[in-house]
């Protein structure tokens, strides 16, 4: 007895150890990946350190999980389709028989150039590509790591603390930023030189910088609503809640000078589906009050002016865009890759092949600019199908934020989290922000931040519900 008393007082030390390490792990491989990620080139040597920095991190993190025993019914939901994401490049690095093979009307031309070749046995698999989805595979591992990593944080005080990490680092890119921007074009400490001058800091391409700055919005918004009600109840000063607000204010005015019009024309859903759904917009409130709610409506109405007139100061070189037409091109060449796809990380040389002719550039294009056609491309139905079950998860963790709508600090949280999710995914739509490391971690960060947010105030209503739900005792007989 003795001994197993000791052997349990040495695991309860092992997970108290791990439950303090995890956190900093967390914090060490998101600022690596902020540092290392922001390239839209695949793959760089600092990928290879990022992904190695990536696999302590996922020790630590399903050590936590699994310890902490079965999570919450959308956690696991979360952790399958992450997991099912991460084993696709995977599953097509297998071979597959020569008939399943050439189902795909394109690689049945592909078949005949083979076979006219001389070649008798080839060693076809599911990709096209198997040395770049085989990069793709290990790609992935920063952003899962992540992901485990704030699911398995424990604590509403380590997920706010995660949440003002990530805000200190988007404020620190805008500085660098602008450091890079006051350099002459020949400064040796320049970042990256064949872009020019552009407001990415540490983000090779502007747009995704203006995705970043969508992020902080939101997640500015969270924590302001949080200080506004901790100062109502006598556990915050009165003005706490001013420095996420001017940080939220910031975000708004700078994301013009990353020169996205995407990213102007998404401030505006962005402020107002934070504001709404992290509670600081009380509806009935504002029924209430005719003027508040006319206040309301010509703030917003400003700002959609506002958004308007900037994004169309941006369009001055919209005859020239592209980004539609490759989407287009990607979208037809997508219809003769399915059911299997090209392979994740195909899209190269699969595009190159089947572009039309007036987009054969001089430079190769590297992605379709619509996240969503370039994996379906890619994964086939399979990434179909998973692009399905994350709508899912989303509009199910939706479901649940709106139940319990501003009612915690985890509420708030997992709700900004939400609408920073959200903004990546709807500039995704013109644009390939989750292609670098930086912004896939960063997803993936905030995704584990909502779910272990959402996870913990459902625990704290289901302790809750039986003490509210007992009836008063009677009172004792005279």
Do not use: K
Request: charged content about 10%; some cysteine.
């Amino acid at each position: 007895n003795l001994g197993m008393g000791r052997a349990a007082v040495a695991i309860d030390r092992w997970e108290l150890g791990l439950h303090r390490l995890l956190p900093w792990a967390l914090l060490v491989l998101l600022v690596a990946v902020w540092l290392g990620g922001g390239v839209s080139v695949d793959p760089t040597a600092t990928d290879e350190v990022l992904e190695l920095l990536a696999l302590p991190v996922l020790v630590i993190a399903a050590a936590v999980l699994l310890a902490a025993g079965q999570p919450d019914r959308l956690a696991r939901a979360g952790l399958a389709l992450a997991l099912a994401v991460v084993a696709l490049p995977l599953l097509q690095l297998l071979p597959l028989p020569a008939a399943l093979w050439s189902l795909p009307t394109a690689r049945q031309a592909l078949a005949a150039d083979i076979a006219a070749a001389g070649v008798a046995a080839p060693a076809l698999r599911w990709t096209l590509t198997p040395a770049a989805t085989e990069q793709a595979l290990w790609s992935t591992l920063p952003a899962l790591a992540l992901f485990l990593a704030a699911l398995a944080l424990d604590t509403a005080r380590a997920r706010l603390w995660m949440v003002r990490a990530l805000l200190a680092i988007l404020a620190a890119n805008v500085l660098f930023a602008f450091f890079q921007v006051s350099l002459p074009e020949d400064s040796a400490l320049r970042l990256y030189h064949s872009w020019g001058p552009n407001f990415g800091g540490l983000l090779v391409n502007a747009n995704h910088h203006a995705t970043a700055l969508l992020v902080g919005l939101s997640l500015a918004v969270g924590r302001a609503v949080h200080a506004r009600r901790r100062a109502a109840a006598g556990r915050a000063a009165p003005t706490a809640w001013l420095w996420p607000a001017a940080f939220a204010l910031a975000c708004v005015l700078l994301i013009p000078l990353t020169g996205s019009r995407a990213g102007m024309v998404l401030a505006l859903p962005v402020l107002v589906a934070a504001l709404w759904l992290t509670g600081a917009v009380d509806a009935r409130r504002l029924r209430r009050s005719p003027r508040a709610l006319a206040l309301v409506l010509g703030s917003l109405a400003l700002l959609a002016v506002a958004a308007w007139s900037v994004s169309g100061w941006m369009q001055v070189d919209a005859v020239h865009e592209l980004r539609g037409r490759i989407a287009r091109a990607t979208l037809a060449i997508t219809a003769t890759q399915q059911p299997w796809g090209s392979g994740v990380g195909s899209f190269v040389p699969v595009f190159a092949q089947g572009a039309p002719t007036d987009l054969l550039l001089d430079a190769y294009i590297n992605h379709a600019h619509d996240e969503y056609v370039q994996w379906w491309l890619e994964a086939g139905w399979a990434g179909l199908l998973a692009m399905l079950a994350f709508a899912v998860l989303m509009l199910a963790a939706l479901r649940r934020l709106w139940r319990v709508r501003g009612q915690s600090g985890e509420a708030i949280l997992a709700a900004s989290c939400w609408v920073a999710l959200l903004a990546l995914l709807l500039h995704s739509t013109a644009d390939f922000p989750l292609r670098t490391l930086t912004l896939m971690g960063t997803a993936a960060l905030l995704l584990g931040l909502m779910l272990g947010a959402l996870a913990a105030s459902a625990q704290a209503a289901r302790i809750a519900m039986p003490q509210a739900a007992d009836p008063p005792e009677p009172a004792a007989p005279a």
